[in-house]
């Protein structure tokens, strides 16, 4: 919606899409504050004060926390470097400076498709994935690490058709026999449809893993320990995610020639998915042991089991 408004001018587009989040950000300050939920056990007063090291040694030593952190950190790591640079790679493959002329896509329709396929494959993703985890977790002990998980490995091959879609099309005779403009419809159709998915698969997590990160840290401590987790994923995910990638894009295109950003991402972002998945599958085990040790049936937080 910015890069639409903002006519190509990124700067404008900042202030088009900031402001209204600083009124939602003043909104939250009329939110009601609650010391604690009701669900929640009393905590018995130590007196004790702990530092803030000894507070971030106690939650990383929950298992379930250093495996959503690992889980995130490869996912982020993913999802940064796709945010950034996908639509640099529509108009390299499909764009005016592609190879395709007058038949190429307008540089309007490369900057907007895949923001709109980013925010409704996000939007479905992350309902969706709250309420199958929701579902699997009547029958699965673990299921919201488990779902987090399974929809980063699900997401792959969806990245992976996305962006080797179009080294495979130029390999096929009957695709470069085709008009220019039949080509390029081909190309974003697939790009289209597989993006999609992408990005609905890739937003499953959300939900799921904030829940779960909740549910094994006390009830004092859930948002320290949220926000710990959160910047330690971000600092070993995404902060050097686009620069690690454009890096590698520049390395290929100085050894092979031309624009390499769809390989430096086909040779990145796949690995660092199915990774992601591993951790989170392989993680979930821990999730009833570490609730358990809160005082908390697991079925206190994700409701009964149903045989």
């Not at 401590?221 to 590698?248: C, N, P």
């Amino acid at each position: 919606l910015a890069g639409a408004l903002a006519g190509g001018n990124w700067r404008l587009a900042f202030y088009i899409t900031g402001v209204p989040g600083l009124l939602l950000a003043a909104l939250v300050l009329f939110a009601r504050n609650k010391l604690r939920n009701e669900a929640d056990p009393i905590e018995e007063e130590t007196g004790a004060t702990r530092t803030f090291f000894t507070k971030a040694r106690a939650y990383l030593r929950i298992p379930t926390l250093r495996v959503i952190l690992g889980m995130h950190a490869l996912g982020f790591f993913a999802l940064t470097s796709l945010t950034a640079f996908l639509t640099i790679y529509l108009g390299a493959a499909y764009g005016p400076e592609s190879s395709y002329g007058a038949a190429s896509l307008s540089q309007g329709l490369v900057a907007l498709l895949p923001g709109v396929l980013l925010l409704l494959g996000g939007l479905l993703g992350g309902l969706s994935g709250g309420f199958w985890a929701n579902r699997a977790s009547r029958k699965r002990s673990g299921a919201r690490v488990l779902v987090s998980g399974l929809g980063f490995l699900a997401s792959m091959p969806f990245v992976l058709v996305t962006l080797l879609a179009p080294y495979i099309l130029r390999a096929i005779p009957a695709y470069t026999a085709l008009v220019p403009k039949s080509q390029v419809s081909i190309g974003v159709a697939i790009f289209a449809i597989f993006g999609f998915g992408a990005a609905f698969f890739l937003n499953i997590y959300n939900g799921p893993s904030s829940a779960a990160l909740q549910d094994v840290l006390p009830p004092t401590d859930r948002a320290a320990g949220g926000g710990l987790e959160l910047t330690l994923a971000h600092l070993f995910g995404d902060i050097w995610a686009a620069s690690a990638v454009g890096v590698l894009s520049v390395a290929l295109g100085t050894a092979l020639g031309g624009e390499q950003i769809g390989l430096a991402l086909l040779l990145t972002c796949p690995l660092a998915l199915t990774l992601s998945g591993i951790v989170g599958i392989w993680g979930s085990r821990f999730y009833a042991a570490d609730v358990a040790a809160l005082g908390t049936p697991e079925e206190a937080v994700t409701g009964p089991r149903v045989e």
